[in-house]
């Protein structure tokens, strides 16, 4: 549990972040968003305590961050970055161990969670390990970043833009490593991002800032249903809001008894992309298969547009 | 290439080496240039010797300025010491612009004839390049390379020893190379002030206008910052491959 309460930080006369208290549970991912300069990067920075609050607390487990020494509570928070910040003179292996070996763990240990996690990212230990970041493409760089941040098995992982600068293909592929590895170790994570897309794919909440206050913080449908300001439908976009509503419903939700023909779809696809498998196929239904591939119902066009449609 | 490259050090290393341990080989070479019948190689010491005891101020004065200037280059870089790092930069540039014979008139009052002076004139002459590379070295590294240390709980110490200097390294021993190259050749004033070195048999050549001498100096001085500079530059390669570098050729 994170609890931000009030948290403030001033530089001179401008308030960069103003009076912002969220409340998080343990082991889900709030993504924070907002227009460049609303205070999301400073925000993240202030639960590290890489900024100094002016005045507002952090709390760790009912912890106050402030009795914690610094180091040792940047020891306990994975904090990963846009172009991933990895030292250039060490390789791959020796950068993922930097906070173990920080904590003086031994060198088995070490060895054993940098090849775990190394093979959780897919990058074949015996590959990259020995490598250097340079030697790397971009999105392996981002993949090491994270994987660096996750080394000390942190309860809490703090994420600015980190997947910002990859292109669509390795950043879907990198959210949906991220999602696994946090469904896997129960991290919670802090994530901020300037894309909506992932906000809401990724997000159990949002927080939406601008200008310094965060304007809102709630679960993705709550946001795309009642935007509390109208900066805040505007962010979500107006005309993509059925869309995004889409997406955070699976067939599962909106399945129906009896049988359809054509290719089957699995119950955990997103309704968007079901919707969109059919629309491809000219179909009005499709036939749903759970895990095993065993047949679960059917699910129509006109079911899927009615979780679209704007709640009463 | 690189074998030509290879063959002409080892040439020139032979050369050095037979040369100040058997000159007297040599002399058939510099009779020619000298005049009624003297000497065609050095005979008032040895120059064996006298190589040992250049290099010995070369390096001693080398390894002071690197001392010095490396922990003045880690301080005005700290924020404690940021407001330092003007007021140092310009000590450090006079120690440069100040004439080493300058310096030997004024130390010699002070410390007596000998290698005193010269090591003084030597290590502030050797501080500005370490110094400035020093500088350039720790203030290159990327920003967010040293906030991705912060933020995984770095202490100062820990990023100075583990991530800045690291980083730094390969720039900090360029300025070595070229400190330790510049005062091979500045160490021959210091026999005007009698320190032991390979000035001495220069200035025996200027004094006896015996040319043969003043080459022979030379000639060693000369092969010596050659072969001194390509291993310094080896162990610079070394170096930057150790820390993940692409062997950089652009290290000055
Ligand atoms: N050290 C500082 N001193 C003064 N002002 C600062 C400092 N750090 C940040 N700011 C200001 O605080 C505001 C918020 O910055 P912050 O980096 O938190 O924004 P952000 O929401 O992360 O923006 P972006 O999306 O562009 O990354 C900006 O206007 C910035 O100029
Ligand atoms: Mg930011």
Redesign the pocket.
Known sequence: MIEIEHLT?R??N?T??DDVSLSIAKGTITV?V????????????MINRL?EPSSGRVLIDGRDTMSIPEDALRHRIGYAI?GHGLFPHRTVAENIATVPRLLGWDQARIDSRVDELLRLFQLAPDEFARKYPQQLSGGQQQRVGVARALAAEPELLLM??PFGALDPIIRGKAQEDLLAIQRRFGTTVIL?T?DMEEAFHLGDKVAV?DR?RLLQYGTPAEILVHPAEAYVERLVGTADRPFRLLSLSTVADALEPGPASGQPVDKGTSLRDALARMMWAGRTEMPVVDGAGAALGKVSVAGILAHGRQPA | MRALAILLRLAALVLLVTFIAAPNLFAPVFQPLTTYDAPAIYNQGSLFSLTLSHLATVFSAALASTVVAVLLGIFVTRPSGLEFLPLSRSLVNIGQTFPPVAVLAVAVPLVGFGEAPTLIALFLYGLLPIFENTLSGLTNVSPLTLEAAKGMGMSARQRLLGVELPLALPIILAGIRLSVVINLGTATIGSTVAAKGLGEVIIAGLQSNNTAFILQGGLIVALLAILIHDALMSVERIVARRLGQQPAGAAA
Request: aromatic letters at 4%.
């Open positions: 930080k530089y001179g401008t960069v972040v924070v907002g227009t460049s300069g609303s205070g999301k990067s400073t925000l993240l920075r900024v846009q600015d833009e901020v300037h800032m310094a």
